[in-house]
């Protein structure tokens, strides 16, 4: 296979991982795609942006697939990479997605023109797959405040056992994103990775309307009585069942449906 078929798939692959489903999954089942397009500053990132907006976004949304999230990181080793955020049914949208995209001779067009240049616009693509967690299986579309933007902030809570995850995304289903909710910290969505990186692991993203109240946020969350009384159950404590917490801030970009 010659290196532009490559390419090709491999961004077809990607762009196949998705359908379109309303805020909140019906039947408890959901699932999302993260799609980390890695860049350096050295290379053509706003062919890579363009790209993005011009075509992959595009893309998706005439296959049905409705909002996608694109961000990029604010700060951090990650910049400026992008992420893009996708949610869908169930495994089968997969395939079906795939068909549909294959006969799109929009984005067949738009690929080619984007593989035209022998340098790549990014420099690795990675792939994870999330299933929602049961009370919260899709994505939750961001409020936005007039003349504002929201910072988004996506956190990686890594287990040592699957025991150990199993029982932190129970404590979410349990009330952990309850309290999230009453404190200012906003869910988009929550998803026990299938597939990726540091399993197992729990990642999610959040969303705040300004800095500042993100850590006003954070400072609730941790005096709050019924986080503290759910997070000293027996068997709840963190420290017992999350071994590396990592987090990003992160931006969605002005073309993004999730901003």
Known sequence: ?????????GILAGLAAGAHIPAQAAAGEGYVTLEWFRCRRDIDVQRMRSFLDDSVLPAYNRSGIKPVGVFQPMVGPDSPSFLVVVPYTSM?????????????G???KDLTAFEEKWELAYERRESSLLRGVKTFPGIEIPKVEAGKTNVFELRTYESRNTTGHEKKVAMFDGGEID?????GINPVFFGSTVFGSRMPNLTYMVYYPAWEARAEAWSRFANDPDWKKLSTAPGNVDRE???IISNQLMSGLPFSQLK
């Open 1 to 9: 296979m010659q290196r532009r078929d490559l390419i090709r798939s």
């Open 106 to 108: 929009k984005w067949a």
């Open 92 to 104: 089968a949208a997969v395939q079906e997605t795939k068909t549909k995209l294959a006969q799109d």
């Open 241 to 243: 069942l999350v071994s």
């Open 179 to 183: 309290i999230f909710r009453r404190v």
